[in-house]
């Protein structure tokens, strides 16, 4: 996990699956919660301040989950 | 915040996700909703796509380029291909014109591109590739969160 | 596998990360190691940072161009500048040689570089900016792990 967790941090390039995936499900459920409380869809910053993760893995999750076909499939996978 | 940037690449289906990520990282410095995030990558997905599949007809020693620049809040995106052109712009940009049903392509491309930007316009000529500009704005910054590290 | 890509943009240093993160993008589907990746990664932060703070001294009129091309597992990635260029390549190629020494940089970009790369060749001269190639070669995909999904 140390290993892992410390790439994700260096940009965002994870070479595990169920990283991404964990991610993904988490940011689809914390801009569900966010929706309820704010009326509103929340930014890329106050995403990854909730999740503590950086802005470049929110982009790279939020990716991979619009589109499993993509390049994301053969990245994570 | 003032910004510019071009990627260009050769027109293989593999490349859409190159733009739609470079392009997104481009703008992550405004911080935008991941909801005006999304639209954004569709609309980049869907121009890209056409030049790929109509414009070069999967050609890959086409060349698709995208310029963007950051002006304020707003950015305007070029999305360019030296392919085959549109005969007739106006048809092809109704909802539901596809000149390759056989592929089952929705034909909504276009309507979707407008409906997710300010503005959008495309030059297209018959034989003399085509340029799709569109301009979107980010809304500004809302104050609910305490400052991110 | 085949493809070719160029990004270019402002030579401001926020675009720094931009670079990295479309030209790692780009060799994705090659399926590097980490340890490739990281050295990639390191390789283009370098010699992008060196075309925005020596070539264009951080003028953000100043535009710099990465182009990549894919052939087989061997990426060529050239980062070029029309800055104000070297003046003596050999010199500037020294470890530990800097000629920003009040900024704490520690001469040792193009040093790294080397060490990262199968090939590295500096193209410059003075007031004519810069061109700096190299190829990297990864290895074959192991198939250690069972495919995870
Ligand atoms: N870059 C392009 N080059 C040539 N023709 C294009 C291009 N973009 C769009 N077109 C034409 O416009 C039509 C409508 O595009 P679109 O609304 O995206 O629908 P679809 O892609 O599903 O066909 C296409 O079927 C094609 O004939
Ligand atoms: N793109 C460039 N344009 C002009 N000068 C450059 C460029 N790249 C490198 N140099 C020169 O080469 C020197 C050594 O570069 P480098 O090994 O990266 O060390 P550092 O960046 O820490 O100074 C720099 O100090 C600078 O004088
Ligand atoms: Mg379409
Ligand atoms: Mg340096």
Do not use: W
Request: charge should be negative; include cysteine; hydrophobic fraction near 40%.
């Amino acid at each position: 996990i140390g290993e892992i967790q410390r790439f994700l941090r260096d940009d965002g390039m994870v070479k595990v699956s169920r990283s991404i995936r964990e991610l993904n499900f988490k940011i689809r459920h914390a801009t569900d919660d966010f929706l309820k409380d704010h009326e509103r869809s929340p930014t890329i910053s106050e995403i990854s301040a909730i999740l503590d993760v950086p802005v470049s893995d929110v982009i790279v999750a939020m990716d991979a989950m619009k589109d499993p076909a993509s390049l994301q499939e053969q990245l994570y996978e | 915040m003032e910004n510019e940037m071009t990627l260009s690449f050769a027109a293989i289906s593999e490349n859409e996700a190159l733009a739609r990520m470079t392009l997104t990282f481009f703008v992550a410095a405004l911080d935008p909703t991941l909801e005006e995030i999304s639209e954004y990558k569709t609309v980049i997905s869907e121009a890209v796509t056409n030049a790929i599949i109509h414009g070069y007809d999967e050609d890959r020693s086409g060349i698709v380029r995208v310029h963007a620049a950051l002006d304020g809040r707003e950015v305007t995106v070029t999305i360019s291909d030296e392919g085959g052109g549109i005969e007739n712009v106006e048809e092809a940009m109704q909802p539901m014109y596809t000149s390759k049903p056989e592929r089952e392509r929705s034909g909504m491309g276009f309507t979707i591109m407008e409906s997710f930007t300010d503005s959008l316009s495309v030059d297209s000529s018959n034989g003399g590739g085509t340029i799709v500009t569109f301009k979107k704005k980010f809304s500004p910054v809302q104050e609910t969160c305490s400052s991110v590290g």
